[in-house]
């Protein structure tokens, strides 16, 4: 639904078809069981959609996609053994008939843009998994995006605030959590910093925008859409 969120190139696809192969191949991984098994029910639930492999963390991961060649790897965003961002743009490449939908409990645009950056074509909240994954599965088996609604509208906020006022994507993700009220301690929980760095992130979006309060940063967010009233 969101084709136009691209945010960078990835490795070539194969050709788009609007008859993808059934039943859709589908490795699943999370690392809790008690997910994966609702996760595995749901998808099982779909007739066009076989569940093949599971994982619980990215060693594994790598293992079955290598070996079960899935149409679509389902992929929780935080999974031990390395990065899932890493793990999702090595995959992009040594498999690329393997499409990869994120599934997260984290809504920050940011994150979303890091994994479409890396190659994933769909990025769906895992408390809307339930109504969203299948279409999710659907969609990138034929090669086409699906962003769950509640983080495509920041994540179009996002692109417009980096290219239009000279902030990274990391400083107007710290721009949007200080406008939404959030200290630097759980901004940088939410970010996985430590706190010096968000606090230099801070300073580097007060002289960059040239204001000095939070008011003033609350309605610049307002103003561009990265929080809603």
Same mark, same amino acid.
């Given at each position: ?91 992009? +490449? ?16 940011l994150f979303a843009q890091q ?29 086409d995006e699906f962003i769950s ?6 994540? +179009? ?65 307002? +103003? ?6």
């Amino acid at each position: 639904m969101a084709s136009h969120l691209r945010l960078a190139a990835v490795t070539p696809r194969r050709e788009r078809s609007s008859h993808p192969a059934r039943p859709i191949r589908v490795v699943l991984a999370d690392d809790h069981a008690v997910v994966r098994r609702n996760l595995r029910l749901l998808l099982d639930r779909e007739e066009d959609v076989k569940v093949v492999a599971e994982a619980a963390d990215l060693s594994t991961v790598v293992h079955h996609v290598h070996g079960q060649l899935p149409h679509v790897l389902v992929l929780d965003l935080q999974m031990p053994n390395g990065s899932s961002i890493e793990t999702i743009r090595r995959l992009r +490449d040594q498999v690329p008939s393997t499409e990869i939908v994120v599934l997260t409990m984290e809504e920050s645009p940011l994150f979303a843009q890091q994994a479409l950056d890396a190659g994933a074509v769909g990025f769906v909240l895992k408390d809307r998994a339930d109504t969203e994954l299948p279409l999710a599965v659907r969609l990138a088996v034929i090669g086409d995006e699906f962003i769950s609604p509640r983080v495509a509208v920041g994540l +179009d906020a996002l692109r417009r605030a980096v290219t239009g006022d000279g902030l990274s994507p990391r400083e107007t993700e710290v721009l949007r959590l200080i406008a939404l009220g959030h200290t630097s301690a759980e901004i940088a929980g939410k970010l996985h910093l430590s706190r010096r760095t968000v606090e230099t992130h801070r300073a580097h979006v007060h002289r960059k925008l040239g204001m000095g309060t939070r008011a003033e940063l609350v309605r610049y967010a307002l +103003d561009r859409h990265l929080i809603a009233v």
